[in-house]
């Protein structure tokens, strides 16, 4: 377990730990902004979507930067992940890896593929089952740490995969936060509410809907959401709930179900 401090960013894995995910008005009042930011984002891609005037139309990026890494660490988490996972959270975990990379791909950042693909697959694996004043991304990263525990991995790349899946629906997640934690929480938004979706190329959205089909996943994701904005009063789940309209938002994302 990570060794929290009280200058733990928010969302970090050692402010999740600390706090159980719970925001203090100041907190909430410093997310607002990000929180805005990312709102204005959503509408403004939208509307460029409609008009066909968004990025992702003219831009492209090299398929091979996009599959997942063929390795049996990966291999592996991706079985555990479908033992823990309905199969449209599962799709959801492959499309937020490929949004990211895709991200990743588009603006020249760096990034370790492994790293990025175990917290992909392990982000949302705390949520369908919520506990009372306990944010799920403490138990999705447990489970992750059991995992690369089991597997060997060392323990500063094990506590990177925690604090990506801790921090990944923080509003404005930034690289300072750690490429793969900036990127995960960039492909989980897209996926999600379709923030920045308009920068995704547009075949790469088609044929990536096509491999990981959405099986429903907006009205399963929000009732989850839901459920945890209700079992953590003043998490981010009721932040984003509140404040975000979420249910509204994973609604009128880009993407049919």
């Known amino acids: ?14 402010w999740t730990e600390r ?17 805005l930011r ?10 460029a979507m409609v008009l066909r005037m968004h990025s992702g139309r003219r831009s492209s990026v090299d398929p091979a930067s996009l599959v997942p890494p063929d390795s049996r660490l990966a291999r592996d988490a991706e079985v555990a992940a479908q033992d823990l996972l309905t199969p449209a959270l599962l799709n959801h975990s492959s499309r937020a890896y490929t949004w990211g990379a895709a991200i990743a791909a588009l603006h020249g950042i760096t990034f370790d593929r492994e790293l990025l693909y175990l917290a992909a697959m392990f982000h ?8 009372p004043d306990v944010d799920f991304t403490v138990r999705s990263a447990a489970l992750a740490r059991e995992f690369t525990d089991s597997h060997h991995v060392p323990a500063d790349i094990r506590e990177l995969v925690a604090n990506a899946i801790a921090m990944h629906y923080t509003p404005g997640v930034g690289l300072e936060s750690g490429a793969e934690a900036y990127l995960l929480s960039a492909g989980a938004a897209v996926d999600v509410f379709g923030l920045r979706s308009n920068e995704i190329p547009d075949a ?4 990536v809907i096509q491999e ?5 996943f907006k009205r399963e994701f929000a009732g989850l ?5 209700k079992q953590v009063p003043r998490g981010r789940a009721w932040y984003l709930h509140r404040f975000a309209m979420s249910d509204l ?7 049919r179900g």
Request: a positive charge; one cysteine or more.
């Open 1 to 14: 377990m990570s060794q929290p401090r009280p200058t733990d960013p928010i969302g970090s894995i050692g």
């Open 19 to 35: 706090t159980g995910g719970v925001l203090t008005p100041r907190e909430c009042l410093t997310l607002a902004r990000p929180l």
């Open 38 to 47: 990312g709102e204005l984002g959503i509408l403004a891609g939208r509307l």
């Open 124 to 131: 949302d694996t705390g949520i369908p089952s919520p506990v």
């Open 204 to 207: 790469v959205r088609q044929s």
């Open 212 to 216: 990981y089909p959405r099986l429903g």
């Open 225 to 229: 959401l839901r459920a945890e904005a």
């Open 249 to 255: 938002s994973i609604r009128l994302a880009p993407f």
